[in-house]
């Protein structure tokens, strides 16, 4: 394994931030790993189910020897926190996190960033509904994609060192622009998870327990209604100029199909549901 | 095992119609299946299987000595096939069904149907995304739910019958009226459907392959789309009523969640996030 870094942060010791702790140690990670986070009671869990190997909820603590430090918090969260430890980064420390945005991200942090020390976003594509500690695994990024961002002015040792560490948790990692970044993942993952949502308020505002009626097709199709509010609030509040057009985009397909079906255009709404068969057959 | 029937004639030998000959067999059923359908290549593969025992393309030779006569096809075909069939049936013959929509079917069905001979719509809940006779399987209707929709003059005899037999193929029966059976699966599958179709479409329109961007949510959200056109074409077709109540119901949905996004309206977004939360949750 190929990790440049003795002493690792997490922020926020979650799903994300606690299942990247797991594979490092899985990984045969010899150094430290100090987590912080709001509620002593989960860092205190974290460490009871060996996670982490230290914890703390004091900023300067847990960053002051860190030479990675990993923000794995709801997106909105992570440039207030690097406004926080940033003047008690180590000489030479890197910052990544595990957001679902990057463009606002790249754009706020890296000149927050004090010189010697660099920023270089991440997004893993890897989840669960299920979130918490509790959750966490060290299989989590096996094998999942992880996007990461380098921006106009990313140091290119740092950026090197950020690929290892991702690749060494187990994902493959692919380099994309922050902006082209935000526009594909508004499409492939914002969009959709703001229509589950949707549908499921939709459905249960008809009538009491009408969603038991529902089949597989209904259960696969809204699971990721169960993911965390506050986390798809504030992803939807990152990149909410690309989700716009997209929900935009989406509604006049609604609507073409809907008229598609008011005009009893029966040819052409098999013709549709042809298109979207065809175009989804590429996914597996 | 309890099954009133010793000659079963099952219309378009796929996955639903495969899969109820199979649920037979493998129950203990000692009578005769035969199939009929549109292509002899299909049938000849289904005889070669062991799901069916004897196959015609001739409507009178397949239903002339059947007690009972399961219409495994898209819903659109159920009318005119009953059209052709009800001058061969054999005296107390029973008809069935696995339409998705019941309403219309039961209405245009039952008056056909010659004295003593009887009518009793099913829908059974139970499906994949694979169609065809090879992906037929005897515990497709395992503890999947049944609909079973008798209408004003449904026989009761007959609908005892029909209860036990779909039983029989392992599914748990509920009965419903035809039209509250449409409202409700307007709602919980067939918009789902639509706008799985849409998603896809919507997404696969912006940029070439983006779709390989998608993570597991994305797939298990539009795995529908893979469904067949063609039979979603005409359950559409056959709650065209229900479905754009449920589709401008669904609309608005959207819009408001999209002016919350608009006018910047986080807690009010996450609100609705919880809500979908929340009422996803009795689900699973």
């Not at 997106?75 to 606002?104: F, N, Y």
């Not at 000149?111 to 509790?134: D, N, Q, T, Y």
């Not at 989700?243 to 008229?259: E, I, Q, Y």
Request: hydrophobic share 40%; aromatic share 6%.
């Amino acid at each position: 394994m190929n990790i440049h870094f003795k002493n690792i942060c997490i922020v926020g010791v979650g799903l994300m931030g606690g299942s990247f702790a797991l594979a490092l140690k899985a990984q045969g990670f010899k150094g430290k790993i100090t987590g912080i986070g709001r509620t002593r009671k989960n860092l205190i869990k974290a460490k009871r189910l060996g996670v982490i190997d230290f914890y703390t909820t004091e900023y300067k603590a847990a960053v002051q020897n860190a030479d990675l430090v990993l923000l794995a918090t709801p997106v909105g969260w992570a440039e207030p926190i690097v406004r926080k430890i940033r003047q008690h980064l180590k000489k030479g420390a890197i910052v990544t996190d595990v957001g679902s945005v990057k463009s606002r991200i790249v754009k706020k942090i890296e000149p927050l960033m004090p010189k010697g020390m660099h920023f270089v976003g991440a997004h893993p594509i890897a989840g669960r509904e299920c979130s918490g500690i509790e959750c966490a695994t060290a299989e989590l990024y096996r094998n999942a994609r992880c996007i990461i961002t380098p921006g106009a002015h990313t140091d290119k040792k740092a950026l090197k060192k950020v690929v290892q560490l991702w690749k060494a948790v187990g994902s493959k990692v692919v380099l994309m622009e922050p902006e082209k970044h935000d526009m594909i993942f508004a499409e492939v993952s914002h969009l959709p998870h703001v229509v589950a949502y949707a549908l499921v308020n939709s459905i249960a505002k008809t009538e009491n327990n009408i969603l038991h009626h529902g089949g597989k097709g209904l259960r696969d199709m809204t699971r990721i209604a169960l993911s965390s509010p506050e986390l798809w609030r504030d992803i939807c509040e990152h990149n909410r100029k690309n989700l716009l057009n997209s929900l935009r985009n989406f509604s006049s397909h609604v609507s073409h199909l809907t008229h598609l079906i008011q005009r009893s255009d029966w040819p052409g709404l098999e013709n549709e549901f042809s298109k979207a068969k065809e175009a989804r057959q590429i996914l597996e």
